[in-house]
Nanobody
């Protein structure tokens, strides 16, 4: 069974940085596109960005360009999200997921949602 476990969140001040991790089991990250999403209180889940099988990045929202970087470590079977210059509006639960394909084009295909990791940005 495919399972993703997110970690690395926490409480940080505005302008700080975090590196989130997504550990996969029952699934080989190397062969698939992987994406990061977030859900803030009272809001719908929002697609952020995705890395395809060739390590190309697709951005689903302009708000993360220049601050969010997605990467993969195939040997560790993990996907990472580096977030710099965190803002209060980044406060949310962050999730990783896969479209079960090599491309990032179809955002509605993502699934295998885990519990997420909480990111709180506050002074």
């Amino acid at each position: 069974q495919v399972q993703f476990v997110e970690s690395g969140g926490g409480l940080v001040q505005p302008g700080g940085s975090l590196r989130l991790s997504c550990a996969a089991s029952g699934f080989t990250v190397e062969y698939y596109a992987m994406g990061w999403f977030r859900q803030a209180p009272g809001k719908e889940r929002e697609g952020l960005l995705c890395i395809d099988r060739n390590d190309g990045t697709t951005y689903y929202t302009d708000s993360v360009k220049g601050r969010f970087t997605i990467s993969r470590d195939n040997a560790m079977n993990r996907v990472y999200l580096q977030i710099n210059n965190l803002k209060p509006e980044d406060t949310a639960v962050y999730y990783c997921a896969t479209p079960y394909g090599s491309s990032c084009q179809r955002i509605r295909d993502f699934g295998s949602w885990g519990q997420g990791t909480q990111v709180t940005v506050s002074s």
